[in-house]
């Protein structure tokens, strides 16, 4: 199983950044993809989920600012994130199955 997830960088505060994790070596179709992040010096922590079905679920944090959509022909889940804030900043994993992407970096300027 390979996941890699892309579209990381620097942005300001109030910004919007998408993120992108594409999966391969599994049946992508019939899974859950999750995002997670972590920040420095803190615990890895969730983000949002979406299911087979395309229904998500959000942390509070990012509820209402963050959409996760998928697209299963072509094996990949994007992350829409809006309203950024400083406390948005950290690496972003995706998850699927038991396996973990390798992250991309998000930086929020204030």
């Known amino acids: 199983v390979q996941l890699q997830a892309s579209g990381g960088g620097l942005v300001q505060a109030g910004g919007s950044l998408r993120l992108s994790c594409a999966v391969s070596g599994l049946d992508f179709k019939n899974r859950p993809v999750a995002w997670f992040r972590q920040a420095p010096g803190k615990e890895r922590e969730f983000v949002a989920v979406?299911?087979?079905?395309?229904?998500?679920n959000y942390a509070d944090s990012v509820k209402g600012r963050f959409a996760l959509s998928r697209d299963n022909a072509k094996n990949t889940v994007d992350l829409q994130m809006n309203s950024l804030e400083p406390e948005d900043t950290g690496i972003y994993h995706c998850?699927?199955?038991?396996?973990w992407g390798r992250g991309t970096q998000l930086t929020v300027s204030s």
């Open positions: 979406i299911g087979r079905g395309g229904n998500t």
């Open positions: 998850f699927i199955g038991s396996s």
